[in-house]
């Protein structure tokens, strides 16, 4: 079971993407069993749970056919799960979504936050699990030209507030859903730096927050003279840690990354940072 409750230091969840295409890390664990050795690794080094996707969402990717995005992450899901991993699964389809939930998962993280398949919502509302709400506008292949917005944190805190209520007429309860303000998702860089300053408007929500930036192009960019080639995403890692600890410090229940050791420091250091609370002093 994985918890809802505020948290004065965020869970981690660590990235296992059974892809060949995602951008920051295609390819590394397509094989069902490299990717379920990775998840044990990133548990290891102190993930709370981990996140399976089968389908790369970076900027112009094409969807899997559904029986293939099956074929990636099931065995995966069921191993970890098998072995007393809490295990999410990242995808935008009930079907898989269901088969995941039979397998072991324990959270549903849809990018599309319900809709992108209509079935969503019924499928995590049945299974009365947590689920994730990122905010999403529309899929890879055109969504970074939905970029555009009048002030990036209140658009986006509508939109999600408005997903909410559209999922809670479909029976989904609200004391399960988890919002994401998505990073990368129909944003451009300053739209990403702007919500990252304004984590506060968005865990006044009141659902618990979950933050994706890890190894985003906007962290690749910093640095860089206007019109350079972004830093390789595995080189993004350190600026992932550093988004990591001002998560914590802003009220984040979660944070999704890659390099879960990096993340695990920047939290030790928020939590050191931290004033003690009566009980703990
Ligand atoms: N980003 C990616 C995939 N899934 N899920 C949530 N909830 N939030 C995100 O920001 C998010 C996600 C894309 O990154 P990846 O290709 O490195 O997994």
Known sequence: MISLAPRSRPLVMGVVNVTPDSFSDGGEWFEPEAAIAHGR???AAGADLIDVGGESTRPGAER???????R???PVVK???A????????TMRAAVAAAALDSGAALVNDVSG????GEMAAVVAQAGIPFVVMH????????QSQAVYGDVVSDVCAELTARVETLKDSGVHSDQIILDPGFGFSKTAEHNWALLRHLDALVALGHPLLVGTSRKAFLGRLGRPAGAEPRPATERDLTTAVTSFHSARHGAWAVRV???AATVQALDVADALREPTEKES
């Open 41 to 43: 690794e990133l548990i």
């Open 64 to 70: 899997p056919p559904l029986e293939e995005e099956l």
């Open 72 to 74: 990636r992450v099931v």
């Open 79 to 81: 191993a970890l799960a």
């Open 83 to 90: 072995e007393g991993t809490a295990v999410s699964i990242d």
């Open 114 to 117: 319900g809709q992108a398949d």
């Open 136 to 143: 999403w506008r529309a899929h890879s292949t055109t969504m």
């Open 258 to 260: 890659h390099d879960v």
